[in-house]
């Protein structure tokens, strides 16, 4: 049931551009995506809705495929403040459970 | 303000002993759930409801136990806690197709 991410490690300079992938073998109702940073609660970023709808904030985009039961997180001029790990939660059409992914470590460098 | 709570943040204590880890969300929430993660690593599903009196185990296997009496309370139980309970406990709660909030976590150590 647990999503898989890729890549598990990014290290890119300010102002690059970075995607993360996250797949599931279910079908499913909902993706999340969040980012957390050391010593921190996880915090909302994007959700993908079956059926194309998306609710999120900051310049940060994704892309559900429901077809493929795969996302992607776009995060595009990447600045300082993007360091930390990034998540994705899927929520299968089946369960109502959101199970997480292993996380992607993001570093941003000046 | 609606939220979500956890007490207590911080615990210390003995092999053998007994504690209850609190959480409660003021959003009327239908769906609560328990995360442990261990420091940089990923976020492990313990415990989660569909609402009060509806428990169900995550894919970790864990030696805790939930209950659900209120829809607002969460709380999780260890009746003997040892060495391998250290880690941080996440509680969240949502509503199906949106957001999931959490709380600020317990950090648990069991000396």
């Known amino acids: 049931q647990q999503p898989v991410q890729s890549p598990q490690a990014v290290i890119l300079r300010e102002g690059e551009d970075a995607v993360i992938n996250c797949s599931s073998s279910k079908a499913l109702y909902s993706v999340h995506w969040y980012r957390q940073k050391h010593g921190e609660a996880p915090v909302f970023l994007m959700i993908l809705l079956k059926g194309g709808e998306q609710k999120g904030h900051e310049k940060i985009s994704a892309s559900f495929n429901e077809k493929k039961q795969q996302s992607s997180l776009y995060l595009t001029a990447s600045q300082l403040s993007y360091s930390g790990t990034y998540f994705c939660g899927t929520e299968s059409s089946s369960g109502y459970a959101l199970n997480f992914g292993k996380g992607t470590s993001l570093l941003v460098t000046p | ?111």
């Open chain 2, 1 to 111: 303000e609606a939220d979500i709570y956890q007490t207590p943040r911080y615990l210390v204590i003995g092999t053998g002993k007994k504690i209850t880890l609190e959480c409660s969300q003021t959003m009327g929430h239908d769906k609560m759930y328990w995360y442990q993660q261990d420091p940089g690593m990923e976020l492990h599903l313990i415990h989660y409801s569909y609402g009060v009196n509806s428990t169900e185990k995550g894919d970790l296997s864990s030696e805790s136990t939930v209950s659900r009496i209120r829809t607002e309370h969460f709380p999780l139980t260890l009746e003997s806690a040892r060495p391998s309970h250290t880690s941080q406990y996440l509680c969240a709660s949502s509503v199906r197709g949106h957001e999931q909030f959490f709380g600020p976590g317990t950090r648990l150590t069991v000396l």
